[in-house]
């Protein structure tokens, strides 16, 4: 895909206040800061997890779906006990 395409489509889910989450396994710096970039433009969060992690990745997607059912609070209160809550939280603005 191109980048400036898939951010100008961020950029509008950005404007409709829906936020991307994005999970990268791996080091491809590309991927990386488009990747970034998607998460900022919408005000989503970016995570890396790591090759063979289904528990990082476990969390972050529990994370993500606190989110998508119950908002910011929701993740804010997931935070106290969750990591992947937590690492969602410090990359959202």
Same mark, same amino acid.
């Given at each position: 895909?191109?980048?400036?395409?898939?951010?100008?489509?961020?950029?509008?889910?950005? &404007?409709?206040? $829906?936020?991307?989450?994005?999970?990268?396994?791996?080091?491809?710096? $590309?991927?990386? =800061?488009?990747?970034?970039?998607?998460?900022?433009?919408?005000?989503?969060?970016?995570?890396?997890?790591?090759?063979?992690?289904?528990?990082? @990745?476990?969390?972050?997607?529990?994370?993500?779906?606190?989110?998508?059912?119950?908002?910011?609070?929701? @993740?804010?209160?997931?935070?106290?006990?969750?990591?992947?809550?937590?690492?969602?939280?410090? =990359? &959202?603005?």
């Amino acid at each position: 895909e191109k980048i400036d395409e898939l951010c100008a489509k961020a950029g509008e889910l950005g &404007m409709l206040k $829906v936020p991307v989450f994005v999970f990268q396994e791996g080091h491809d710096a $590309v991927a990386e =800061q488009a990747f970034r970039e998607i998460a900022r433009l919408t005000g989503g969060a970016w995570c890396r997890f790591d090759p063979g992690a289904a528990v990082q @990745l476990r969390e972050l997607l529990r994370a993500a779906a606190a989110y998508a059912a119950g908002g910011r609070e929701a @993740l804010l209160k997931l935070a106290k006990t969750a990591s992947g809550a937590a690492k969602l939280i410090g =990359q &959202m603005k």
